[in-house]
């Protein structure tokens, strides 16, 4: 049986870099903004996504529902969002952010951008270019798996 090349193992590496890159943010976010990553991330996709369901913000950000059905229930609970019943689908909920929901992400959409300009610092414009393209590339690619 061959060992696996941890160092040349793209699944790995993927997932150490996710998993460094979710605690790293998980700490930065919680100290400065009192959310974690899942809510962050709920945050922004409901910015961009108004009136959401929890099915169409796990169908975004590729996580199971009853991960997403927490969190929302914790930014219910900070009063960031609003759920409401779906009055054309009384088992659907139609969640979208409030003022104060509107008003975290103005500010730390900011703070996002600062991390992600330092994360990718030390490339230049072609290569960061050439990262997402192998990104979505790969995003594809596992949908098909």
Same mark, same amino acid.
């Given at each position: ?9 793209? *699944? ?12 790293? @943010?998980?700490?930065?976010? *919680?100290?400065?903004?009192?959310? /974690? ?8 996709? =409901? ?5 959401? @369901?929890?099915? @169409?913000?796990?169908?975004?950000? /590729? ?7 927490? *969190?929302?229930?914790? $930014? ?21 952010? *409030?003022?104060? /929901? ?6 730390? @959409? ?20 050439? $990262? ?5 590339? =790969? ?7």
């Amino acid at each position: 049986m061959k060992k696996i090349d941890i160092d040349r193992h793209a *699944t790995a590496q993927i997932n150490m870099l996710a998993n460094k890159l979710m605690l790293k @943010s998980s700490h930065a976010y *919680t100290q400065k903004f009192g959310i /974690g990553m899942m809510e962050w991330r709920v945050i922004s996709v =409901l910015f961009s996504n108004l009136n959401s @369901s929890v099915q @169409s913000i796990s169908d975004i950000l /590729g996580l199971d529902k009853a991960a997403i059905s927490r *969190t929302i229930k914790k $930014l219910q609970e900070k009063e960031y969002i609003t759920v409401i019943n779906n009055s054309e689908d009384k088992r659907q909920y139609i969640i979208d952010l *409030t003022n104060s /929901g509107r008003s975290l992400y103005g500010i730390a @959409s900011d703070f996002a951008k600062e991390r992600e300009r330092e994360l990718l610092s030390d490339l230049d414009e072609n290569q960061k270019n050439e $990262l997402f393209n192998l990104l979505k590339i =790969l995003r594809h690619k596992v949908d098909e798996m």
